[in-house]
């Protein structure tokens, strides 16, 4: 596994690129959702943190702002995320792992 989670990382953010900027056609969201949620994966493993965490805020993704604060010893924003109200949408709250 030795440099596994690096490259699949890349390919997964290559892939997502492409799609977004239109160069792959016939991408469903169900794909593009599985590319993030893999991205997302090997970036846990690599213990990237900080990206994860720009990543959830940008995307407005509770749960891992709340994982990354916590793994990163980020305790302001921590608790400025745990006094905002919770998502309504429920998709966006996993009940576990």
Not at 67 to 94: G, I, Y
């Amino acid at each position: 596994q030795f440099g596994g989670w690096a490259k699949a990382q890349e390919i997964f953010l290559a892939a997502m690129t492409k799609s977004q900027s239109g160069l792959l056609s016939n991408v469903t969201k169900a794909e593009q959702a599985v590319w993030e949620e893999q991205w997302v994966h090997c970036a846990k493993q690599l213990n990237q943190w900080e990206a994860l965490s720009a990543y959830a805020r940008d995307i407005g993704q509770f749960d891992l702002q709340l994982e990354a604060f916590w793994k990163t010893d980020d305790w302001n924003s921590l608790r400025e995320v745990l006094h905002d109200p919770m998502p309504s949408d429920a998709s966006q709250t996993k009940m576990y792992d």
